[in-house]
Antibody, heavy 123, light 108 residues
C-alpha cells in the first residue's frame, strides 16, 4: 500500500527557513516522480515543485523559484522527498502535500497524496 | 504558463441531479488533463486522467470529456458523498503542472 507521510511543518517567521519531509513506502520510490502541492487556508490547490524519480529533472512554480528547493533521497533506508523553503513570506502559509505520480500510457498525474503538513509564516 | 479556468465557481444541486463542470485551458493541452475531488480536511483524490479515463475505483457516474482547450466533468446522478470541490489539472509540459481554481458542488 502506498503511504506518504509529510512532516516538518510549523510556525516560522517571515524571512525564515523550514524543511519539509515526505516519507514514502509501499512502492519503488526511485521509479516515480514526486511533487509538492500547497493549499492556502480556504483557497485552491497550487503546484509548488516536481522532481523526476532519479532526481535529474526538476521544475518549480514561478512563485517559489529561487526560494524553494526540492530534493529526494532514494537510498534504501531513507525513501524521502524534501522541500527546503527559505525567504518565507506570509503568502507561503499553506498546507503542503506531497504526491506521487501515477503512471499511465505516456502520461503522469499526481495519483497518491499524503495528508499534508501545515506551514504558517507569521511574526 | 498554461492557465486553467473552471466554471462555475459554485454549483448548487440536489442529490440525484446531473452535474456538469467546465475547465478551459489558455492553450491546448491535448488530452493531458485530470480531474480531482477534494472534501474538507482531506487530500485531493484523482478521479479522471487523460481527459476521459476513470482512475482505479472511481464510480461510473463520473465521466470526463474534451480535448485541446475545453473539458467537462460530468457526474450523472449526484450521490450525497459527491458534494465537494473539484479541480482540473493539466500536465502537458511535465514535470510542471497547473490546477484550475476549482468548482464547489454544494447541496441545494
Amino acid at each position: 500500500e502506498v503511504q506518504l507521510l509529510e512532516s516538518g511543518g510549523g510556525l516560522v517567521q517571515p524571512g525564515g527557513s523550514l524543511r519539509l519531509s515526505c516519507a514514502a513506502s509501499g512502492f519503488t520510490f526511485s521509479s516515480y516522480a514526486m511533487s509538492w502541492v500547497r493549499q492556502a487556508p480556504g483557497k485552491g490547490l497550487e503546484w509548488v515543485a516536481s522532481m523526476s524519480g532519479s532526481g535529474g529533472s526538476t521544475d518549480y512554480a514561478d512563485s517559489v523559484k529561487g526560494r524553494f528547493t526540492i530534493s529526494r533521497d532514494n537510498s534504501k533506508n531513507t525513501l524521502t522527498l524534501y522541500l527546503q523553503m527559505s525567504s518565507l513570506r506570509g503568502e507561503d502559509t499553506a498546507v503542503y502535500y506531497c504526491a506521487k505520480d501515477q503512471v499511465y500510457s505516456g502520461s503522469y498525474y499526481p495519483g497518491y497524496w499524503g495528508q499534508g503538513t501545515l506551514v504558517t509564516v507569521s511574526s | 504558463e498554461i492557465v486553467l479556468t473552471q466554471s462555475p465557481a459554485t454549483l448548487s444541486l440536489s442529490p440525484g441531479e446531473r452535474a456538469t463542470l467546465s475547465c478551459r485551458a489558455s492553450q491546448s493541452v491535448s488530452t493531458y488533463l485530470a480531474w480531482y475531488q477534494q472534501k474538507p480536511g482531506q487530500a485531493p483524490r484523482l478521479l479522471i486522467y487523460d481527459a476521459s479515463n476513470r482512475a482505479t475505483g472511481i464510480p461510473a457516474r463520473f465521466s470526463g470529456s474534451g480535448s485541446g482547450t475545453d473539458f467537462t466533468l460530468t457526474i450523472s446522478s449526484l450521490e450525497p458523498e459527491d458534494f465537494a470541490v473539484y479541480y482540473c489539472q493539466q500536465r502537458s509540459n511535465w514535470p510542471g503542472l497547473t490546477f484550475g481554481g476549482g468548482t464547489k458542488v454544494e447541496i441545494k
